[in-house]
């Protein structure tokens, strides 16, 4: 669980860091 919680932040990192 913790590595999906994690993979889940990372991916929404990524995404507001394309949007910025």
Same mark, same amino acid.
């Given at each position: 669980?913790? /590595?999906?919680?994690? =993979?889940? *932040? /990372?991916? /929404?990192?990524?995404?507001?860091? =394309? *949007?910025?």
């Amino acid at each position: 669980m913790s /590595l999906f919680t994690g =993979r889940l *932040l /990372l991916e /929404l990192d990524a995404s507001h860091t =394309r *949007l910025a």
